[in-house]
C-alpha cells in the first residue's frame, strides 16, 4: 500500500512538471498555421446533410461544421479553411498526398484504413449503420426479399464491402451497379435504375425524407447490416494533430454537457459555473498550451459554431429539413453513445 | 587540322555532351522518384509489392462476362476489368467502322437530302464531348420505364432501364465466347485472303450466323430449349442475354461519337479519289454499288486505314469514361481497387501496363492491314 | 470541287439543275429525298416545339414544368441554376470577375483566328496577355480584390482556363519533342520517340488520374504543387505529345534541303530553323493544329472523373437537389449546346482554313 502510494506520488510529481515541458506541435498544425488556411475534404456534389452545396454555393453540413470548429480552434477564424471537393474514392489518395490535411466526411473506422492504408482516426463523432432502402410499390420489408434484383452502392466506401457480404451471406441473388459519386447513385435509384439502395441509415433517412418526392413511396428496410463509428481520419505520424482533433470534439461534447452554447458562452467564460468550465473555455489558463494552442481556442470555437447539439440540429435535426431523430447520436447521458474523454 | 575538322569535332563533343546529360537528368529523375516514392510510402505507412493480388476483394461491380463472386482475388478481378474493356472496346471498334463507313458514303452521297442528313449527325455528334454524351444518354436510359413496364418487341425483345433484354441461343458462357474468338479468325482470315470487300463482309456475317446456330443445336445444354427467350419473373427478366443499360449505355454513346470521327476519315478518303475514275466506272455501265465496292473504296482504303487504325486506338481508350456511369471496365476496377487495397502504384502499373498491350497490338494489326491493303492496290 | 460552286453565280435556273440532278434524278431518288427531308424537317420542328413553343421560361413559373399544359422543355431550371453552371463554387458575389475572365480568354481564341496575328511574337504576346488577364482577375489578390484559390474555380470559367494553360504549356513542349524527334542524336531521338509513344498509348484519363493520385507520392512535397497544376501539366504533356506528331508532319512537309541552304547562307541551325523552316512548318501544321486544339477542348470534360468542378460537374450539381432533379435534360442539352457552340465554330474555322490553303497551293 505504502510502496504504491508513494509510486502515484512520483507519478503526480512527474505530472506536475509536464505542463512546464513544451508541448512539441503537431507539424500538421504548424503547416496550417504557416499556409493560413486548413484544407478540409468537400464532397464532389452534396452529401445531404453532412456535406452540402446551397445555391448561393457555400459548403454547409455537419461534417463542414466540424472543419469550421477545427479551424477556429487552430486559426481563430471559422472561415480560414479551404474545402477541396474530392468523391469518395479519391479521399484517401487525396489526404496521403496532402492535398487535405484531415478527412471528415462520414468515413468509417475500419482496421484496413487504419493499417494498410496508412491513417490514423479521431474519436468516433457518429455513429450509423448500413441500410437498404427500397422502392415502396415492390412490397419488400426485409433485404431477403431482395432475390434477382439490383442493388445500388457508392464504389469506394466500406458500404460497398458491407453489403456485398451481407447478401452472399443470407444467399440473395443479386446484380450490383455502383457509382463513383452520391449524385449518380442517387438519380440512378430515383430513375429506379435498381430496387434497392444500399446507403448509410442516417443518410437514407435523409434522402427520404427530402430528396424523394413522395417519403411514403420508399421504405427503409428493417436489416441492420452494421454500425459504424464515424471518425476524422488524419495521416499517420502527428499524434499532436489527433489530440487536437480529438479534442475539439471533445470539447463539442462537453459544452452540451454543461450547457454552454455559442449564445452564452461569453457570458459562461466570464462567470464559469464550475471548474470544468473555467478549463474548457480558457477562464482558467493552460488548456491551449497542452495542444499547442490558444487558451480560448474552445471559446472561440463555440462562439462561431456552437457546441454538439448546435451543430446536429441545425444540420440534421430539428432546425434542418430532415429533422432526424437523434437516437445513438445523443450524449450518454440522454440515452446516446456519445461521450468526451475526461477533462483534468 | 582544319578549321573545319575543329568545327566538327566541337560539334561532335557538344552532341556526347547534350546526350549525356540528357541520360544523366533521365536517371536522376527516375531514381528520384524511386526513393522518393519508398520514402513516401513508408512514412504513411504504405506496404508496397503485388501481394495483394492473392487477397479476396470483397466487393462487387456490376458487370462481367464470366461468372464472379465477392471472394475474387484481385489479380481475377482485375482481369475481369480487363476483359470488359476489351470486349467493349472491339464491340465499339466493330460498330463505329460499320456505321462510320456507312456513314461516311453517305456523306458522299449525290443524293442532297442524304448528304444533308449524314452532314447534320457529324456536326452535331462530333462536336459535343464523348463523356457529356454519354452521362447524357445515361440519364435518359435510366429514366425509361422500369422492368415491369418494360418496352417490348412482340414479347420477345424487351427495353427497360436495367437492359436490353434480347432472346438468345441457350449456350454456356465459355462457348460464347469461343464462336466469338472463332468468328474473329474468320474475319482475319478473310482479309489475308484479299476477299471483295461487300462479298466478304457478307461471308463473313452469314459464316458467323450459320457456326453460331450450329454450334447451339450441337452442343445445347440438357433439356433447355433451342432459343431462350426473356420472361418477367419476380424482380427482374430470366433467360435470355441481358444486356446490361451501363454496357448498353456505352457501346451506343461510343458508337454515336466514333462513327462520326470515323465518317469523316471516310469522306475523307473518298474524296481523294480522282473524280475521272468513278465516271470511267460510269462509263463502263457499273452499278452505283460496283463503283463504291470495286473503284472507289479500294481506292480510297488507302488514305483511310491509317486514321482509321488511330480511331481504333482511341476508341479502345474512350472505355475508360465506363468509370462516369458505374460500368465496370479496367479503369473503374482499378481506380476502385486502389481505394480498397490503397496500392496505388502498383495499380496504376497494371492499368498502363494494360493499354500499352492492347493498343500496341491494335497498331500492329493497323500496320499489317495497311500492308494488305496496300499490296491488293499496287 | 465545292468551292467551284460557290464562286458560280446562283440563278434560279441553275438551283433547278442541281436538284434535278441531286434529288429528283430517278424515281427512288425523289421518294428518298422526300423521306429523309420529310424525317428531318419533323425532328427540327419537334425539336422547335419543345425547346421554344412549349417551353417554360421563367423560375418563378417553375409550378408550370411537366404539366399537362406544356410538355415542352423546363428552361426555369436555367433560369436558377444558370450561376451555378456557369461559375460552379466561386464566390457569388464576385461573379463578375469570372465573367470578364471567361471573356479574356474566348477574345483571346477569337484573335489568334485573325491572320494578322500570326507571327510568333504577335501571337506569344496575345496568349500570355490573356492567360494573364484572365489569372489575375480570377485570383484576385494582386489587384486588391478578394482572393480566391484554384479550388474555388469552376464551370465554364475552369474549362475554359483548363484549356488554354494546357495549350500554352503544351504548344512549346511539342514543338521541342518534335524536334528532340528529328534530332541526329540516337540518344536524344529515342528519349522522345519512347515518350511520345508511351503517352500516346495511353488513355487521358489514365494520365490525368495518374497526375492527381500518384505524382505525389513519386514526387518529394516541395515540388507537388496543387492538385490543378499537376493535372494541366500532365494534360500538357498528353497534348504535346499529339502535337509533336503534328509538327513532325509538318517537317516533313519541307524538303531537308532549306537546312543546307539555310547552312550555305551561313546561318546556324537554330536561325535557319526559327526563321525559315518553322514559319513554313507553322503553316502546314496549321489545320491539324486547329484539330488537336478542338480536341483538347473537348477532352477538358474528362477532368469531372478526377474531381475538378468544371462545366460538366456544376451541370450535374444544377440539378442535383430534389426540386431540379427532374429536368437533368434540360440542364445537359443546355451544357451541350455550350461546348457545341464554341467546338464547332472551332472546327469550321478549321475547315475554312484548310480550305484557303488549298486554295493558295493549287
Known amino acids: 500500500m505504502i510502496k504504491k502510494m508513494t509510486l502515484s506520488g512520483v507519478a503526480a510529481a512527474a505530472l506536475s512538471l509536464l505542463p512546464a515541458i513544451a508541448m512539441a506541435e503537431s507539424p500538421t498544425v504548424q503547416q496550417i498555421k504557416e499556409r493560413g488556411t486548413l484544407l478540409c475534404s468537400g464532397h464532389n456534389g452534396s452529401y445531404f446533410g453532412f456535406v452540402e452545396v446551397n445555391d448561393k454555393n457555400e459548403w454547409k453540413g455537419l461534417d463542414i461544421d466540424l472543419c469550421r470548429a477545427l479551424t477556429t480552434a487552430i486559426l481563430g477564424d471559422p472561415d480560414a479553411n479551404q474545402i477541396v471537393p474530392l468523391s469518395w474514392a479519391q479521399r484517401f489518395p487525396a489526404l496521403q498526398s496532402g492535398d487535405v490535411d484531415l478527412i471528415i466526411k462520414a468515413t468509417g473506422w475500419t482496421m484496413g484504413r487504419d493499417t494498410e492504408l496508412g491513417l490514423q482516426f479521431s474519436l468516433p463523432y457518429f455513429f450509423g449503420g448500413t441500410q437498404f432502402m427500397a422502392h415502396g410499390e415492390l412490397g419488400i420489408t426485409e433485404a431477403k426479399d431482395l432475390d434477382g434484383g439490383t442493388i445500388c452502392v457508392e464504389a469506394g466506401t466500406t458500404i460497398e464491402r458491407i453489403a456485398a457480404n451481407y447478401l452472399s451471406t443470407i444467399g440473395v441473388e443479386h446484380t450490383m451497379v455502383s457509382y463513383e459519386s452520391a449524385a449518380e447513385l442517387r438519380a440512378a435509384y430515383v430513375a429506379n435504375r435498381c430496387d434497392a439502395f444500399a446507403g448509410w441509415g442516417p443518410n437514407l433517412a435523409v434522402l427520404r425524407a427530402t430528396e424523394i418526392d413522395n417519403p411514403d413511396a420508399h421504405v427503409i428496410l428493417s436489416d441492420q447490416l452494421s454500425s459504424e463509428p464515424i471518425s476524422a481520419a488524419m495521416r499517420q505520424g502527428d499524434e499532436e494533430f489527433v489530440d487536437v482533433v480529438n479534442w475539439m470534439l471533445a470539447a463539442m461534447l462537453i459544452a452540451e454537457e454543461e450547457g454552454i452554447t455559442s449564445a452564452n458562452v461569453e457570458e459562461m467564460a466570464a462567470n464559469p459555473p464550475n471548474p470544468r468550465v473555467a478549463r474548457l473555455l480558457g477562464s482558467e489558463p493552460g488548456m491551449g498550451e497542452r495542444l499547442g494552442l490558444r487558451d480560448t481556442w474552445a471559446r472561440e470555437m463555440i462562439a462561431a459554431v456552437g457546441n454538439f447539439a448546435e451543430v446536429y440540429d441545425r444540420n440534421l435535426g430539428a432546425e434542418s429539413p430532415y429533422n432526424l431523430d437523434r437516437g445513438l447520436n445523443n450524449l450518454w447521458s440522454h440515452g446516446g453513445v456519445l461521450y468526451a474523454p475526461i477533462l483534468d | 587540322m582544319s578549321k573545319a575538322d575543329e568545327l566538327r569535332l566541337k560539334a561532335k563533343r557538344r552532341k556526347i555532351l547534350i546526350q549525356t546529360g540528357l541520360i544523366g537528368l533521365s536517371i536522376v529523375v527516375i531514381f528520384g522518384a524511386v526513393v522518393t516514392a519508398r520514402t513516401n510510402l513508408q512514412s504513411l505507412g504504405l506496404t508496397s509489392g503485388f501481394g495483394f493480388l492473392a487477397r479476396s476483394t470483397g466487393w462487387d461491380y456490376s458487370f462481367s462476362l464470366v461468372p464472379k463472386t465477392i471472394m475474387d482475388p484481385y489479380s481475377q478481378t482485375l482481369f475481369v476489368g480487363f476483359l470488359n474493356t476489351l470486349f467493349v472496346g472491339f464491340i465499339a471498334i466493330f460498330l463505329t467502322t460499320l456505321f462510320g463507313f456507312i456513314i461516311g458514303t453517305a456523306r458522299d452521297a449525290s443524293n442532297i437530302a442524304i448528304k444533308t442528313a449524314a452532314t447534320v449527325y457529324v456536326q452535331i455528334f462530333r462536336n459535343i464531348p464523348l463523356i457529356l454524351q454519354l452521362v447524357f444518354l445515361y440519364s435518359v436510359l435510366i429514366n425509361m420505364p422500369g422492368p415491369r413496364q418494360a418496352m417490348s418487341i412482340a414479347d420477345t425483345v424487351f427495353l427497360s432501364n436495367r437492359g436490353l433484354m434480347l432472346p438468345g441461343l441457350s449456350v454456356t458462357p465459355g462457348v460464347a465466347v469461343a464462336l466469338l474468338l472463332v468468328s474473329l479468325a474468320f474475319g482475319v482470315f478473310l482479309i489475308w485472303r484479299k476477299s471483295d470487300l461487300l462479298r466478304g463482309l457478307l461471308t463473313w456475317g452469314i459464316g458467323s450466323i450459320l457456326m453460331c446456330v450450329i454450334a447451339a443445336i450441337a452442343v445445347r445444354p440438357e433439356g433447355a430449349s433451342l432459343v431462350s427467350v426473356p420472361e418477367l419473373k419476380g424482380l427482374r427478366f430470366r433467360g435470355g442475354i441481358t444486356i446490361p443499360i451501363e454496357l448498353l449505355g456505352m457501346i451506343v454513346a461510343i458508337t454515336l461519337y466514333g462513327s462520326a470521327y470515323i465518317a469523316e476519315v471516310v469522306r475523307g478518303g473518298l474524296a481523294q479519289v480522282p473524280k475521272g475514275l468513278t465516271e470511267a466506272g460510269q462509263a463502263l455501265g457499273l452499278t452505283k454499288g460496283a463503283i463504291w465496292s470495286r473503284i472507289k473504296m479500294p481506292m480510297a482504303l488507302r488514305s483511310i486505314i491509317p486514321p482509321l487504325g488511330n480511331q481504333w486506338i482511341f476508341m479502345m481508350k474512350a472505355t475508360t469514361i465506363g468509370v462516369a456511369i458505374g460500368f465496370s471496365d479496367l479503369f473503374y476496377i482499378v481506380s476502385i481497387s486502389i481505394t480498397q487495397s490503397g496500392q496505388t502504384l502498383e495499380l496504376i502499373a497494371i492499368l498502363a501496363g494494360a493499354f500499352l498491350l492492347v493498343n500496341g497490338g491494335l497498331a500492329i494489326f493497323t500496320n499489317w492491314l495497311n500492308a494488305r491493303m496496300k499490296l491488293k492496290a499496287h | ?362
Not at chain 3, 470577375?97 to 504577335?122: D, E, G, N, Q
Not at chain 3, 462545366?311 to 443546355?334: C, D, N, Q, R
Request: proline share 4%.
Open chain 3, 1 to 362: 470541287m465545292t468551292d467551284k460552286s460557290v464562286n458560280t453565280p446562283i440563278s434560279l435556273a441553275s438551283v433547278r439543275q442541281i436538284l434535278k440532278k441531286r434529288a429528283f434524278s430517278t424515281p427512288t431518288d425523289s421518294v428518298l429525298t422526300f423521306v429523309v427531308f420529310g424525317a428531318l424537317a419533323w425532328l427540327a420542328w419537334s425539336l422547335f416545339d419543345w425547346a421554344i413553343l412549349r417551353a417554360v421560361w421563367s423560375a418563378e413559373n417553375v409550378a408550370q414544368c411537366g404539366k399537362e399544359t406544356s410538355a415542352g422543355a423546363c428552361w426555369a431550371v436555367i433560369d436558377a441554376r444558370h450561376r451555378l453552371i456557369l461559375f460552379g463554387l466561386y464566390p457569388f458575389d464576385q461573379h463578375w470577375r469570372s465573367t470578364l475572365a471567361a471573356v479574356a480568354i474566348v477574345a483571346t481564341v477569337v484573335l489568334s483566328c485573325i491572320p494578322l496575328m500570326w507571327t510568333a511574337k504577335r501571337i506569344i504576346t496575345l496568349w500570355i496577355l490573356g492567360f494573364t488577364t484572365y489569372y489575375l482577375l480570377m485570383e484576385g489578390s494582386l489587384l486588391g480584390l478578394q482572393q480566391v484559390t484554384t479550388d474555388g474555380w469552376g464551370g465554364l470559367s475552369l474549362t475554359l482556363f483548363l484549356f488554354s494553360s494546357v495549350v500554352l504549356l503544351g504548344m512549346p513542349i511539342g514543338l521541342g519533342l518534335a524536334l528532340m524527334r528529328r534530332s541526329e542524336m540516337p540518344f536524344v531521338r529515342g528519349f522522345a520517340v519512347i515518350l511520345i509513344d508511351f503517352v500516346r498509348s495511353l488513355p487521358l484519363l489514365v494520365t490525368l488520374f495518374t497526375a492527381a493520385v500518384v505524382i505525389p507520392i513519386i514526387l518529394p512535397s516541395w515540388l507537388e504543387g496543387d492538385k490543378i497544376w499537376r493535372v494541366i501539366v500532365a494534360f500538357a504533356l498528353f497534348f504535346a505529345c499529339y502535337q509533336a506528331e503534328v509538327f513532325r508532319g509538318g517537317f516533313q512537309a519541307i524538303p531537308k534541303g532549306q537546312f543546307e541552304a539555310g547552312a550555305a547562307l551561313g546561318l546556324t541551325y537554330w536561325q535557319t530553323l526559327g526563321r525559315i523552316v518553322l514559319p513554313q512548318v507553322f503553316r502546314h501544321a496549321l489545320p491539324s493544329t486547329i484539330n488537336m486544339v478542338v480536341i483538347t477542348f473537348k477532352e477538358t470534360a474528362l477532368v469531372i472523373i478526377i474531381g475538378f468542378f468544371d462545366i460538366m460537374a456544376s451541370a450535374k450539381a444544377a440539378f442535383g437537389t430534389g426540386e431540379w432533379a427532374p429536368h437533368y435534360l434540360e440542364v445537359y442539352v443546355f451544357v451541350a449546346f455550350i461546348y457545341w457552340a464554341f467546338i464547332f465554330s472551332l472546327g469550321q474555322y478549321g475547315e475554312y482554313l484548310k480550305g484557303r490553303m488549298a486554295i493558295s497551293e493549287r
